[in-house]
């Protein structure tokens, strides 16, 4: 049994960037935990739907299996008012605690700031010395962020790592279904027949008919 940790900035950026993979290692009796650390909520919904994400989120981690899932309530978009080291100190005691030993996380290039401190965040906790345990750190993309960060030279996501979710496809799409203040109408990114392409069309790069891309920030055996 492998240990496994996503760490996301928002509740549906866990099922967003790696639904279908997070489901796959369920399916294979591994351990699956989520750390989400903003409430997600405060910048764009009236009072209440903090609660409202929370209980998605609930649900959402359920139906793919999780053994664990931590909803901390940092405030949304202003993880840049917080200085690096005090969201990393936030989010070492879990890695710590639940040892894993592969861990997902947002890439540092997205449009969304709060995205690119959480992937900083991680790779600072998860630092070779600290974690002896941890075997690979990958990066995920999220739709509706990572399009649209920068059209720079070299800033782009570029994976490296394709797991097949063929399988899990459908898993994800309704943990997504949870999360309802969150779901758009197509051609929105965010809507389920976007999604369903997104994983059709990464899943062609690697000849299966549907995929997660990651870039493999650290491994080892």
């Given at each position: 049994m492998t240990v496994v940790l996503v760490v996301a900035a928002h509740p549906d950026d866990e099922i967003l960037g790696a639904g279908g993979t997070l489901a796959k290692h369920v399916a294979r009796g591994d351990e699956v935990h989520a750390l989400v650390l903003s409430e997600g909520a405060s910048s764009r919904y009236e009072d209440g739907t903090e609660q409202t994400l929370r209980d998605s989120a609930l649900r959402s981690a359920e139906n793919i299996g999780f053994a664990s899932i931590q909803l901390l309530d940092m405030a949304d978009q202003r993880l840049d008012a917080v200085p690096l080291i005090e969201v990393t100190q936030t989010l070492e005691p879990f890695v710590f605690d639940l040892r894993p030993e592969v861990v997902y996380t947002h890439t540092p290039v997205d449009v969304n700031t709060d995205h690119g401190i959480v992937s900083r965040a991680t790779w600072t906790a998860c630092r070779p010395y600290s974690t002896p345990w941890l075997k690979r750190i990958l990066a995920f993309e999220t739709p509706s962020s990572t399009e649209w960060a920068w059209p720079l030279p070299d800033s782009g996501f570029q994976p490296n790592w394709y797991v097949d979710v063929t399988e899990t496809?459908?898993?994800?799409?309704?943990?997504?279904?949870?999360?309802?203040?969150?779901?758009?109408?197509?051609?929105?990114?965010?809507?389920?027949?976007?999604?369903?392409?997104?994983?059709?069309?990464?899943?062609?790069?690697?000849?299966?008919?549907?995929?997660?891309?990651?870039?493999?920030?650290?491994?080892?055996?």
């Open positions: 496809l459908d898993s994800k799409l309704q943990a997504m279904v949870q999360y309802e203040t969150e779901l758009r109408e197509y051609p929105h990114p965010r809507s389920l027949q976007a999604l369903t392409e997104r994983a059709r069309y990464w899943g062609s790069h690697i000849g299966v008919e549907a995929a997660e891309p990651f870039v493999v920030l650290r491994a080892r055996d």
